[in-house]
T-cell receptor, first 118, second 108 residues
Framework: GAVVSQHPSWVICKSGTSVKIECRSL??????MFWYRQFPKQSLMLMAT?????????EQGVEKDKFLINHASLTLSTLTVTSAHPEDSSFYIC??????????????FGPGTRLTVT | GIQVEQSPPDLILQEGANSTLRCNFS?????LQWFHQNPWGQLINLFY???GTKQNGRLSATTVATERYSLLYISSSQTTDSGVYFC??????????FGAGTILRVKS
């Protein structure tokens, strides 16, 4: 099956610093990747959609200058949380999807990154 | 936008019991996925099932697209089945819309 990895799996950083999270599709090319955020005991909230080689599309209410997304290749997308604050502490999950040939739009999820800002 | 409702919100089972989880959605979709989120947070793909019926071991799923619902059946439940089960839908590769999930606890 399709495998998506994330790195790091957990990170602790100080308030005001930036953190970069990597999302890789290991055995397929991902034309589209998605970034989600999940608060404790809640469902997943989509933050942004990124297509390889183009700018990410952010959901309403998500600050694009704070959550920088780069999808530079068909196997790698990165999320950078800039000037992190304690309220940015959360579980961040990425997913990847292929091109949708044969009308298959299945998404595969990474294991998530737990960010704690002190 | 599309609304997704899952029921029940919580479910406690004795090991060996069977269960049915339901997912209702408010509009036409051509992508429906069921996931299991384990205690470490990893979402595991269970089924990609925009229509029809599929089975994988003790799990099976049925989606009736014309009536806008999907069912996930878990038979002979095991403690390792515990976790949160999410249903998510989309139309033509647009963003997945997740339900609130069903928290399943299987007791030994």
């Amino acid at each position: 099956g399709a495998v998506v990895s994330q790195h790091p799996s957990w990170v602790i950083c100080k308030s005001g610093t930036s953190v970069k999270i990597e999302c890789r599709s290991l055995d397929f090319q991902a034309t589209t990747m998605f970034w989600y955020r999940q608060f404790p005991k809640q469902s997943l909230m989509l933050m942004a959609t990124s297509n390889e080689g183009s700018k990410a599309t952010y959901e309403q209410g998500v600050e694009k200058d704070k959550f920088l997304i780069n999808h530079a290749s068909l196997t790698l997308s990165t999320l950078t949380v800039t000037s992190a604050h304690p309220e940015d502490s959360s579980f961040y999950i990425c997913s990847a999807r292929t091109s949708g040939r044969a009308r298959v739009y299945e998404q595969y999820f990474g294991p998530g990154t737990r960010l704690t800002v002190t | 936008g599309i609304q997704v409702e899952q029921s029940p919100p919580d479910l406690i089972l004795q090991e060996g019991a069977n269960s049915t989880l339901r997912c209702n959605f408010s509009d036409s979709v051509n992508n429906l996925q069921w996931f299991h989120q384990n205690p470490w947070g990893q979402l595991i793909n269970l089924f990609y099932i925009p229509s029809g019926t599929k089975q994988n071991g003790r799990l099976s799923a049925t989606t009736v697209a014309t009536e806008r619902y999907s069912l996930l059946y878990i038979s002979s439940s095991q403690t390792t089945d515990s976790g949160v089960y999410f249903c998510a839908v989309s139309l033509y590769g647009n963003k997945l819309v997740f339900g609130a999930g069903t928290i399943l606890r299987v007791k030994s």
